[in-house]
C-alpha cells in the first residue's frame, strides 16, 4: 500500500463546478500536510497547507482530519486555469511524501 | 528571480556516463533536498542537507546516486554509470528551518533536470 494515496481521476469538470480530491496517508506520526499543484512539465508549486481545523484560501477549501488520516481539497466555481495536477503531501519531519497526484481538466 | 534555481533544465546522455547536475536554493534558504519524479507518479525524496551536513541519504536509489552541498549553498547531484532507468525529472527543493532537526517546514521546488539516458 502506498503511504499517500489520492483519487486517481482524471477529472474533467465545465468551468463553474465544484470538484473535490481526497487523499489518505498511512503514517499516524505525519506532521504537516500540503496540496502542491503541478502543471504540465513544470515543478510542484505550494497550493496550500492543510490544517485540522480547515483552512480557505479564495475558492478553495482544505481539510484534515487526522484520526482517519484523510485530506481534502474542494475548490469551487472552477476556472479554466485550475486545469492541472494536484499532489497530496504529507510531512514526518523533512520528508515529504507524494501522493501519485490527481489530474484536472476545466473545460469550458 | 530569488526562486530556486537548477542546471541544466534538460540533460541528454548516454548509458554508461556520468551525470552532475546543480541546485541553488532560495539564498537564506537552510535545507536543500533532491527529488526524483517519473512519469505519473509525485516526487519521490532522495537526500536532504541542511547546511553542508548531508541528514538523511538512505533514500538515495542506488550507490551510483550522491549529492554534495560544500558551502552550504548551492548542492549537486551525481549520477555514475547512468541507466536508462535513471531517465526522470530531478527536482530539488528548498527550506528555511529555525526548529530542529526534526521540524518540517514548507518546502520549493526549483523547475527541476530532466533526464534522458539513450
Known amino acids: 500500500r502506498k503511504e499517500v494515496e489520492q483519487d486517481p481521476g482524471p477529472f474533467n469538470v465545465p468551468e463553474g463546478a465544484t470538484v473535490a480530491f481526497n487523499c489518505t496517508y498511512s503514517n499516524s506520526a505525519s506532521q504537516s500536510f500540503f496540496w502542491y499543484r503541478q502543471d504540465c512539465r513544470k515543478e510542484p508549486k505550494l497550493l496550500m497547507s492543510?490544517?485540522?481545523s480547515g483552512n480557505e484560501d479564495g475558492r478553495f477549501t482544505a481539510q484534515l482530519n487526522r484520526a482517519s488520516q484523510y485530506i481534502s481539497l474542494l475548490i469551487r466555481d472552477s476556472k479554466l486555469s485550475d486545469s492541472a495536477t494536484y499532489l497530496c503531501?504529507?510531512?514526518?519531519?523533512?520528508?515529504?511524501?507524494f501522493g501519485a497526484g490527481t489530474r484536472l481538466t476545466v473545460k469550458p | 528571480d530569488t526562486g530556486v534555481s537548477q542546471d541544466p533544465r534538460h540533460k541528454i546522455t548516454k548509458r554508461g556516463q556520468n551525470v552532475t547536475f546543480r541546485c541553488d536554493p532560495i539564498?537564506?534558504?537552510?535545507?536543500l533536498y533532491w527529488y526524483r519524479q517519473t512519469l505519473g507518479q509525485g516526487p519521490e525524496f532522495l537526500t536532504y542537507f541542511q547546511n553542508e551536513a548531508q541528514l538523511e541519504k538512505s533514500r538515495l536509489l542506488s550507490d551510483r546516486f550522491s549529492a554534495e552541498r560544500p558551502k552550504g549553498s548551492f548542492s549537486t547531484l551525481e549520477i555514475q554509470r547512468t541507466e536508462q532507468g535513471d531517465s526522470a525529472m530531478y527536482l530539488c527543493a528548498s527550506s528555511l528551518t529555525r526548529g530542529s532537526a526534526t521540524s518540517t517546514d514548507t518546502q520549493y521546488f526549483g523547475p527541476g533536470t530532466r533526464l534522458t539516458v539513450l
Open positions: 539564498s537564506e534558504h537552510n535545507r
Open positions: 492543510v490544517y485540522s
Open positions: 503531501v504529507v510531512n514526518v519531519w523533512y520528508d515529504m511524501r
